[in-house]
Nanobody
Framework: QVQLVESGGGLVQAGGSLRLSCAAS????????MKWYRQATGKTREFVAT???????NYADSVKGRFTIIRDNAKNTVYLQMNSLKPEDTAVYYC?????????????WGQGTQVTVSS
């Protein structure tokens, strides 16, 4: 079984920074794409950023130039560095990793971490 554990959320003032982490553990033979999503209260979950196993990245337009997704393959961890935070970035942030258990690739989600940006 594979587990994703997130950390790094919290309360920050507008213009501040936070760094989220998502570490995978368990029976892992490889990790393909790593992604971050977020869900604000009363809204549907939305894509934030993705990084492939070759290091290619893609971002939602709303976070381009402010957020950076980074992966550490040795630690099975993906990070989301968030700078110049805005109140509209307030949401629960979820990580997603596509992980191989040696037999097939499966989709896993973290438990979510709350990010609150005050104005």
């Amino acid at each position: 079984q594979v587990q994703l554990v997130e950390s790094g959320g919290g309360l920050v003032q507008a213009g501040g920074s936070l760094r989220l982490s998502c570490a995978a553990s368990g029976r892992i033979f490889g990790i393909n794409t790593m992604k971050w999503y977020r869900q604000a209260t009363g809204k549907t979950r939305e894509f934030v950023a993705t990084i492939t196993n070759s290091g290619s990245t893609n971002y939602a337009d709303s976070v381009k130039g402010r957020f950076t997704i980074i992966r550490d393959n040795a630690k099975n961890t993906v990070y989301l560095q968030m700078n110049s935070l805005k109140p509209e970035d307030t949401a629960v942030y979820y990580c997603n990793q596509v992980v191989s258990n040696g037999v097939r690739w499966n989709d896993y989600w973290g438990q979510g971490t709350q990010v609150t940006v005050s104005s």
